[in-house]
């Protein structure tokens, strides 16, 4: 295994990630025919919105996946109850936007201490797997505890199967992308979801992009697997609107941990806010370092 390859594309995923944040927001809740009357083809990082964001500016999708990456770094590994203190932290400090199933589960943390919702029906949308990425590079090298960790995260703020097959898998696409393995073995990944849960089916694709979690990764898969670069891949998967900044979010770790740092547009990485691209950076690379793969172990795939 080429260790600095992997750190290289750890960076990618936590990147790409933040630049699909801040190019989806701007087109957030509309319809692909809206975005065509009133951009065109929309590729470029320019803020606004509903929430008039700055230009390069991410949202609770980047700063969730944050709060879980600086609990991890700080701890030396995963902690449930860091990662609930640090997004509790967060919630306190009034950020410009939070999903109504992730602001519920955190203030149950704030308010009892528990780690964990009940099982709940509305709890089937796609906040949990937006925030695999630091969970896909902590535990590298090892999918039972890849595993563990990502229902451990996702339980905090969502507890449904559904949300759970999609932790599970943008996790293991963004490891497989990670250790620079085929995209035939990640699609075998995704069709192994497929087979298990036929509803995140994204052959024929049906072109909803809303918040439901099965939605989202129909949308990120279909456009990953059909698209030939990373770029390609964000650019179409924003102009579908809809639930566009986690949409982006989720297949910008995938894509960009598949296709490596060198395929992000410098354009999109520059427009970032200031300091954010730097801190992913660093924080992708001591997390590889603290998995079980940057700590010399041998590969274990689910």
Not at 101 to 108: D, E, F, K, V
Not at 162 to 186: F, H, K, P, W, Y
Not at 261 to 288: F, N, S, T
Request: charged share 20%; with cysteine.
């Amino acid at each position: 295994m080429n260790l600095p390859d992997v750190r290289d594309r750890a960076r990618a995923a936590f990147l790409g990630a933040a630049v699909g944040d801040a190019l989806g927001a701007t087109v957030e809740f509309m319809t692909p025919g809206e975005i065509r009357a009133a951009l065109g083809v929309h590729r470029e990082i320019t803020g606004g919105g509903w929430l008039r964001l700055k230009p390069g500016a991410v949202t609770d999708d980047t700063e969730m996946s944050l709060c879980l990456a600086r609990a991890m770094d700080a701890a030396g590994g995963w902690s449930t109850s860091d990662a609930a203190s640090s997004l509790a932290a967060w919630l306190r400090a009034g950020p410009v936007d939070v999903g109504s199933t992730c602001r519920r589960g955190i203030r149950r943390f704030m308010l009892d201490g528990t780690l964990a919702g009940p099982p709940s029906a509305g709890d089937a949308g796609n906040g949990a797997a937006a925030r695999m990425v630091p969970i896909a590079l902590v535990t590298l090298g090892d999918g039972e505890a890849l595993r563990r960790v990502a229902l451990e995260q996702a339980r905090l703020t969502h507890h449904h199967p559904l949300s759970d097959a999609a932790c599970l898998l943008v996790g293991e696409l963004v490891q497989l992308g990670c250790m620079g393995l085929s995209l035939r073995r990640l699609r075998a990944a995704a069709d192994a979801l497929v087979a298990a849960e036929p509803r995140f089916r994204f052959s024929p694709y049906r072109g909803l992009a809303t918040g439901y979690v099965v939605d989202t990764l129909q949308t990120a898969l279909h456009f990953f697997f059909t698209t030939r670069s990373f770029e390609e891949c964000l650019v179409a998967v924003v102009n579908q609107g809809g639930d566009a900044d986690t949409t982006a979010a989720i297949a910008g770790a995938i894509a960009g941990a598949y296709h490596g740092p060198e395929a992000i547009p410098r354009r999109w990485l520059r427009r970032l806010e200031r300091g954010i691209a730097e801190e992913l950076a660093g924080l992708a690379e001591r997390l590889v370092a603290l998995s079980p793969l940057g700590r010399g172990a041998s590969p274990r795939l689910r």
